[in-house]
């Protein structure tokens, strides 16, 4: 059986938990809490040596890294990769921006406010934070832009590049950053809350 390395509350995990899921593949998730050091282990990095979760382990024990490569190895040959070789490409690309111009953004300014200390952040991380905020309103803005004019991501379908923009978007409030102005924005994630198979970001 398929071995998800997890932690319920990363939308790098959810995007795995979610396609796993709809795809009607059973496994088995071991949850790591990654604020107490556990994926830092010796024992883990032996699996990743980058001490991150998701990893999912393969039947034969391989274990493969990065969330939007597991979400890549999972969809193959799946209604969720295309097979046209443009739309394969929009895929990647889209997903690329997933990790580059807004996972960084949306993601970072999330675990900011959810996982920090109590009693607020100081001044450094507070202008941190609002530039991570900033960044992230350029990375919706973008998807907005597109989404103004299309249904989905790649393909006009449901695909592994939604799964991989939903999951941290659909939280990006718990950020700070809202999604009042983006329309387009929030009519695509109606559509996607709506797929067979959907799960929140809570369940395991």
């Known amino acids: 059986m398929l071995r998800l390395y997890d932690y319920l509350s990363s939308g790098n995990g959810y995007k795995v938990r979610l396609l796993l899921t709809q795809l009607g593949l059973p496994f088995e998730r071991i949850d790591l809490d990654i604020l107490s050091g556990e994926t830092r282990t010796t024992e883990f990095r032996a699996k990743n040596p980058n001490g991150k979760v998701p990893a999912l382990e393969l039947e034969d024990g391989t274990v493969l890294a990065e969330s939007n490569a597991i979400l890549f190895y999972l969809a193959e040959g799946s209604p969720f990769l295309p097979d046209d070789r443009l739309e394969r490409a929009q895929t990647l690309q889209w997903m690329f921006f997933e990790q580059y111009s807004?996972?960084?953004?949306?993601?970072?300014?999330?675990?900011?406010?959810?996982?920090?200390?109590?009693?607020?952040?100081?001044?450094?991380?507070?202008?941190?934070?609002?530039?991570?905020?900033?960044?992230?309103?350029?990375?919706?803005?973008?998807?907005?832009?597109?989404?103004?004019?299309?249904?989905?991501?790649?393909?006009?379908?449901?695909?592994?590049?939604?799964?991989?923009?939903?999951?941290?978007?659909?939280?990006?409030?718990?950020?700070?950053?809202?999604?009042?102005?983006?329309?387009?924005?929030?009519?695509?994630?109606?559509?996607?809350?709506?797929?067979?198979?959907?799960?929140p970001i809570t369940v395991g």
């Not at 530039?131 to 006009?156: N, T």
């Open 102 to 199: 807004h996972e960084p953004n949306v993601a970072v300014a999330r675990f900011m406010l959810l996982h920090l200390p109590e009693g607020g952040l100081p001044e450094s991380g507070r202008a941190a934070l609002a530039r991570k905020q900033e960044q992230g309103h350029a990375a919706l803005s973008v998807m907005e832009q597109h989404l103004a004019g299309h249904a989905y991501f790649a393909g006009d379908r449901y695909t592994i590049a939604d799964i991989a923009l939903y999951a941290y978007t659909h939280v990006a409030n718990e950020g700070g950053i809202a999604l009042t102005e983006y329309p387009a924005i929030r009519a695509w994630l109606d559509c996607v809350a709506a797929q067979p198979g959907h799960i």
